[in-house]
């Protein structure tokens, strides 16, 4: 009796795993057909990029990793980035991304700050490329 218990136990870990996977491939179809074309990629090479990032960010949850946080400077670009690119990732990841737009000198004193310090609040800094020199 035990026995049969476990194995459904099992059974239905198993098929809820993966309905899990599955909303997060529906959601990466989602954003594929609509947001990200047109693409120099193909459906099917969008989808197995996507597949990446589903699997990439189960291992970070499995760590207990629910939200990152990035910053970056408040241009077009990267308000894009902030309002449009984080739901997408947030959907297809089930990760929350908290994206603080701030002024530019404001990031590079952060960064500069971060780096002096050896601690960053932030998991990730988005830059455009006047900021490598």
């Not at 990035?70 to 077009?76: F, G, M, N, P």
């Not at 990267?78 to 929350?96: D, M, N, P, V, W």
Request: glycine share 6%; charged share 25%.
């Amino acid at each position: 009796m035990k026995f049969r218990y476990t194995s459904l136990a099992l059974a239905a870990a198993c098929a809820l795993g993966s309905q899990a996977a599955w909303a997060d491939e529906a959601a990466a179809k989602k954003w594929v057909d609509s947001e990200f074309q047109p693409s120099t990629l193909n459906k099917d090479q969008q989808m197995a990029e996507m597949k990446w990032f589903i699997d990439a960010a189960a291992k970070l949850k499995a760590k207990g990793v629910k939200e990152i946080s990035v910053v970056s400077e408040t241009i077009t670009t990267h308000e894009y980035e902030s309002k449009t690119l984080a739901k997408a990732f947030s959907e297809i990841t089930g990760i929350t991304v908290k994206h603080d737009l701030i002024q530019e000198g404001d990031v590079v004193e952060k960064l500069q700050t971060s780096m002096q310090s050896g601690k960053s609040i932030y998991d990730g800094w988005i830059s455009d490329s006047d900021l490598i020199g």
